[in-house]
């Protein structure tokens, strides 16, 4: 979070505007401080911080790995941990991809994949597979690597972002696939589609 003031999110005053465009990030904010308004914002991260320096938001929500990426972290007021608010799926990962047929392109990509992000953000994106997520669906799937195990918890919210539906799994890494289309079905079942459009 970046705010006019640095003030962080529970500090800021009653009733104060924090931008987001994400309706994953406005559900998580508001069951930190119900008060809050998020609006919406849009453009680029430098029109981002004009609309706030103008006084147009109080604060504004952005993504950790982007600031970083642009070397903004001075800028930073707060960073929520993954308990406070669980990222979008993949948040933050670098892919590549090619034709399924490409075997020489294949061969490369394999040399250079990350093995232990490649298992996360199949587990983590077979949630959304399941629930047949897109970009405007509240999800926020985190998972981490632990010895033998991998660990993937998951939040799905309703349409208007009253209900809050959440799971956690702990498989062993063999099945890093399966753990996500699991936590995806579960996920399903307590929401009743609640959160589709």
């Known amino acids: 979070m ?21 309706y994953r990030r406005e559900f998580q904010i508001k069951k930190i401080r119900p008060d809050i308004n998020c609006k919406l914002i849009r453009g680029n991260v430098d029109t981002r911080l004009k609309k706030l320096k103008e006084g147009q938001y109080d604060a504004i929500i952005l993504s950790l790995a982007g600031i970083k ?9 707060e ?4 308990e406070e608010i669980i990222p979008s799926a993949g948040q933050g990962i ?10 020489d392109i294949i061969s490369l990509l394999k040399k250079i994949n990350h093995e232990e992000t490649y ?3 199949h587990a983590e994106r077979n949630i959304l597979k399941v629930l ?11 998972s981490i690597i632990d010895g033998e195990n991998i660990i993937l918890e998951a939040e799905l919210f309703s349409l208007d972002g009253s209900k809050r539906f959440y ?8 099945k890093f696939r399966e753990v996500g289309k699991e936590i995806g079905q579960i996920l399903k079942n307590k929401s009743n589609n609640s959160y589709k459009r």
Request: charged fraction near 35%.
């Open 79 to 82: 960073i929520f941990t993954t």
């Open 132 to 142: 047949e997520g897109d970009c405007e669906t509240a999800i926020g799937a985190y």
């Open 2 to 22: 970046i705010s006019r003031d640095k003030k962080k999110l529970k500090e800021l005053d009653l009733n104060s505007i924090v931008g987001t465009s994400s």
């Open 119 to 121: 298992k996360r953000a």
């Open 94 to 103: 670098i892919a590549l991809q090619c034709r399924e047929n490409d075997k």
């Open 167 to 174: 799971e956690k799994k702990i498989e062993n890494i063999v």
């Open 69 to 77: 990426y642009l070397q903004l972290e001075n800028e930073i007021t």
